[in-house]
């Protein structure tokens, strides 16, 4: 028998979240067999835009979608929550600060963790997608003090999977052979997208680190980090508006690896707590990891060699990050 996971998403109906939850009864979440069902969370103020999505979700016949449940109440639509997407949350308006950005995310994600301490499952596996992600996964975290510091977790994938896409463009091969290219810290412009421990399979089948084939450090120290840190910007500049469909693309890689596991030899970035880490990196933040998963449990993945100048990428993004936690918590 095939039991449904229950997973909760909030914003469903805007942007990202729209498309996610057709992805999620699609299957790209948790495979083809696993059934679903789907407690969607919404303002008031979108209740409208959130019954329409459940219409179409409906229409859509999926026989993964055991149930819809739409809610206005955290209360309600995280009730015995497996999984939930948090993907809600408050744009930055004009003229707002980025302190003032923080605040009011604080607020949002300070009841939504209350919410998940009191009525999610305490094994509930939490990827804060709404930004500022790293800080809001933290805030939630520090307010469901019952539910443990490792099911916390923000999106850094998109990052990773641009990252993947410049390089399969540079290199002309296909993006499923090129392993182990991973964004460290913050989901920001401080992020660090790096390729020191990636490698492609050549031509012959053989496995080739990324900084030999590409054979320009020049470029993978600058123009491609750049690229990478500011694709966000990139979209909105030709789009008009925010990158949807590969956000929601890359939440659904996220919580698959964490769910199904990672494959073999293969590493992913995850901004985890970074409490115990072996890479110097202060405790007490959500910061991007090399991960793998296995049992639904991530582990960061220890003893990579980190050069000088990768240090020092560590630790702008960490800098960005303990300054965030301060400005959020100053509530
Ligand atoms: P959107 O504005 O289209 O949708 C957000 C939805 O969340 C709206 O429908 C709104 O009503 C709802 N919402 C706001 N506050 C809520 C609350 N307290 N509870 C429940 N629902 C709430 O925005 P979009 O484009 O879908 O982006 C969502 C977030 O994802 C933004 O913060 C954006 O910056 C972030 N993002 C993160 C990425 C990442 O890689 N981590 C990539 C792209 C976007």
Known sequence: ENKPIRVAVTGAAGQIGSVLCFFIAQGRMFGPYQKVILQLLELPAAEGPLKGL????????????????????????FKDADVAVLVGAKPRGPGMERKDLLNENAKIFKVQGEALDKVAKKTVKVCVVGNPANTNALIASHYAPSIPKKNFSALTRLDQNRALSQL???????????????????????????????????ADGKRIKIRQAVN???????????????????????????????AASAACDHVHDWWVGTKPGEFVSM??????????????????FPVVCKNGEWQVVNGLNIDEFSKKKFKATEDELLEERKMALNI
Not at 59 to 73: K, Q, V, W
Not at 168 to 186: A, F, H, M, P, Y
Not at 224 to 236: A, H, L, P
Request: hydrophobic share 35%; glycine share 8%.
């Open 168 to 202: 399969s463009d540079k290199l002309k091969t296909r993006v499923e052979d090129i392993k182990n290219v991973v964004i460290w810290g913050n989901h920001s412009l401080t992020q660090y997208p790096d390729v020191n421990h990636g490698e492609v399979i050549g």
């Open 54 to 77: 459940c219409l179409e979700l409906q229409d859509g016949a999926y026989p993964l979608l055991a149930e819809i449940r739409p809610s206005t109440n955290a209360e309600e639509a």
């Open 216 to 246: 320009d450090d020049n470029y993978l120290n600058d123009a491609f980090i750049s690229r990478v840190q500011k694709r966000g910007g990139e979209i909105i500049s030709v789009m008009k508006k925010s990158s949807a469909a590969s």
């Open 271 to 288: 901004a985890v707590i970074s409490d115990n880490n072996k890479y110097g990196v202060a405790n007490g933040i959500i910061y991007s």
